[in-house]
């Protein structure tokens, strides 16, 4: 059977092409390799029966920013996806046995600054503005392709309305470092380092350049909206995204391991399944990074040496590992009771600690002490654990894809398959030292190390969950690559979308929204205006 659209991988950014595809009236089928549909948006019982845990992506605030979602939010809703906010989004904790908490309350947070130092906390409105003079523009720039005419549309706007001199001092100001930045508005080092842990997520350490508009967007996003998680887990996403595709005859297959696209004459016609069978197409759209296409899903033949050069540069990012803790009881923090109460709990604890991990990983070092960013998402979403227990979410951030050395000189390193449980050891650890009661509360735990979250999400090269690094020189116009950040590739008719394309890792739905637009205006555009 020909089908108008395949899609390859039933992630967020595939199921949102797909269905957006699905209802201008084009027979579509996604395939999956997985038993399951979600890519990096999965949720299970994977620590203990009873407790629901979010895999890897857990955060759906920009997901329901995103075009997709404001055109679909009913459907979404009356297929079982419910938002749910935390009013406590996020805290740091320290070796002192105190914390910085961070309430969707301005006052309430004004304190927890104070406490600290009265000069951050004065300068944490300041800080708050400056969110209004770039997070209007990124976040509507994240809705368009770039580059394009609306894009530039989008930053004229930005020009005009901050004037010259003001867009001048905002832009030299996201030049900077996390370091650099946080140091140039607080002077308490446990004011900064509530901050920079947020540009970390996304591939920006301490000192990497022009990283600081990532930890302004998500520190001050978070303290005015909240944290969303997903109502009994981010599967509900993915499970309403099916039904919608289902209900305008389009088709998930999963199980199904795509080995090769067909091309002919330059020109993509269909896809050959690992069983030889063959599935006719007009157009193939894969949730796919540029070496998996050049190294899989397109034989290199057909593509030109300039691409399949740089699809072999792309850049990935320092590795994650993820830990799911089943608790008898929430974590018992020493900072306070309060503390259980926040969406996610940031364990750097300084950001001389973070830039040490970093460094430590980009050398294949195994950190001594790697940033922790705890989640609680049973504190947001009672329904995630039995009652009066608790689901822990820990991302560990960062480590290396092959370890050669350990920081401490306490593990063999050798491969995750066999270190991986004693790494977990050293994060459990680790987390005991501002939870200590916590050991003897843990009924399950599930670790997946760099080496488990591709078997997952294969987008996850070698554990990187960003799927490619976000720093400039692979962001915005550069992503994925130079010359083909509208999703477009040198085969006509084959398409990449997902976390490596533009605009990048999160539950953004953001490319797959954007091809869907580009294919449906293509018969009266050569390029899309969008």
Do not use: C
């Not at 842990?197 to 978070?222: K, T, V």
């Not at 944290?227 to 305008?248: C, D, N, S």
């Not at 034989?299 to 799911?324: C, R, V």
């Not at 591709?454 to 692979?474: R, T």
């Amino acid at each position: 059977m020909k089908y108008d659209i395949v899609v390859i991988g039933a992630g967020h950014n595939g199921l949102a092409a797909a269905i957006q595809l699905a209802k201008q009236g084009k027979q579509v089928l996604v395939l999956e390799k997985e038993p399951r549909p979600g890519g990096a948006a999965k949720s299970g019982e994977v620590a203990a029966p009873g407790f629901i845990h979010d895999l890897f992506s857990m955060n759906i605030s920009l997901f329901l920013k995103s075009r997709f979602y404001k055109e679909n939010q009913h459907e979404l809703a009356a297929n079982g996806f419910k938002p749910v906010y935390s009013s406590h989004p996020y805290a740091s904790v320290f070796p002192d046995g105190k914390a910085l908490t961070i309430d969707t309350d301005p006052e309430m947070t004004h304190q927890s600054l104070s406490s600290y130092s009265t000069a951050d906390a004065d300068a944490w409105k300041e800080f708050d503005a400056l969110y209004d003079q770039v997070a209007p523009y990124l976040y509507k720039l994240m809705q368009r392709e770039l580059p394009s005419l609306r894009a530039g549309l989008i930053v004229f706007r930005a020009l005009l309305d901050l004037k010259i001199k003001t867009a001048l001092k905002v832009s030299s100001q996201l030049a900077k470092s996390p370091r650099q930045f946080v140091d140039s508005w607080f002077e308490n080092d446990k004011v900064k380092s509530l901050v920079v842990p947020w540009g970390y997520q996304m591939d920006y350490a301490p000192d990497i350049s022009g990283g600081a508009a990532f930890p302004l967007i998500e520190a001050i996003g978070h303290y005015r909206e909240g944290i969303p998680f997903a109502l009994g887990g981010i599967q509900t996403m993915i499970q309403a995204m099916v039904t919608m595709l289902e209900a305008r005859g389009g088709e998930l297959q999963t199980n199904t391991w795509v080995n090769e696209v067909h091309v002919e004459d330059g020109e993509a016609q269909g896809v050959f399944l690992n069983d030889g069978t063959y599935i006719e197409a007009g157009d193939v759209i894969a949730t796919a990074t540029p070496t998996q296409i050049a190294d899989h899903l397109i034989d290199a033949k057909y593509l030109p040496a300039s691409f399949e050069s740089k699809a072999q540069n792309y850049q990935y990012g320092p590795k994650t590992m993820m830990i799911h803790l089943a608790l008898n009881e929430p974590l018992r923090w020493t900072a306070g009771e309060d503390i259980a109460q926040s969406a996610y709990v940031h364990v750097a604890p300084y950001v001389e600690d973070v830039a040490r991990t970093h460094t430590q990983a980009l050398n294949d070092v195994l950190p001594d002490s790697p940033l922790l960013i705890v989640g609680q998402p049973s504190a947001v979403d009672v329904s995630r654990a039995p009652e009066g227990k608790a689901a822990v979410w820990i991302m560990v951030r960062s480590l290396p894809a092959h370890p050669k050395y350990d920081a401490l000189n306490e593990i063999e390193p050798g491969p995750w398959s066999s270190i991986k449980e004693q790494y977990a050891d050293r994060v459990i650890d680790k987390l005991a030292e501002y939870a200590p009661d916590m050991k003897n509360t843990i009924e399950g735990r599930h670790v997946f190390s760099p080496e488990d979250l591709p078997k997952e999400d294969p987008n996850l090269v070698e554990g990187d969950h960003m799927a490619g690094s976000h720093q400039l020189f692979q962001h915005f116009l550069f992503r994925p690559i130079v010359g083909y950040s509208r999703y477009q590739t040198p085969i006509r008719h084959f398409y990449m979308i997902g976390a490596s394309t533009w605009p990048g890792g999160g539950l953004n739905a953001g490319s797959g929204y954007l091809l869907a637009e580009k294919l449906k205006s293509r018969s009266f555009f050569k390029f899309s205006p969008l």
